[in-house]
């Protein structure tokens, strides 16, 4: 069992940065591939960003790519996302979210997840 928490989440202007932070515990952390996912109020949520076990591997969503950065230290057991150049359309709650396999878009292959960070982009 995994266990995930997420930090860094605040209200910013467009056109600022944020980094997320994604603490992991409870299990061999570097088996996960590390997935970021938001959703915005009334909207589904959506994958945003995701990293294979090494971090040899990344995809983002079209929506952010070139904007986020996904990373992560397998010593320290943290997945970071870099948000720059936020916009309002960034707002939402992001979560953290780990599972086993292969790098993937879908959200019911992640087996873990954490309670979800608020980010808050004005205008």
């Known amino acids: 069992q995994v266990h995930v928490v997420e930090s860094g989440g605040g209200l910013v202007q467009a056109g600022n940065s944020l980094r997320l932070s994604c603490a992991a515990s409870?299990?061999?952390?570097?088996?996960?591939?590390m997935g970021w996912f938001r959703q915005a109020p009334g909207s589904e949520r959506e994958y945003v960003a995701g990293?294979?076990?090494?971090?040899?591997?990344?995809y983002y969503a079209d929506s952010v790519k070139g904007r986020f950065t996904i990373s992560r230290d397998n010593a320290k057991n943290t997945v970071w996302l870099q948000m720059n150049s936020l916009k309002p359309e960034d707002t939402a709650v992001y979560f953290c979210a780990a599972g086993l396999g292969q790098l993937t878009v879908r959200s019911g292959t992640y087996d873990y997840w954490g309670q979800g960070t608020q980010v808050t982009v004005s205008s």
């Open positions: 409870g299990g061999t952390f570097s088996r996960y591939r």
């Open positions: 990293i294979s076990w090494f971090g040899t591997s990344t």
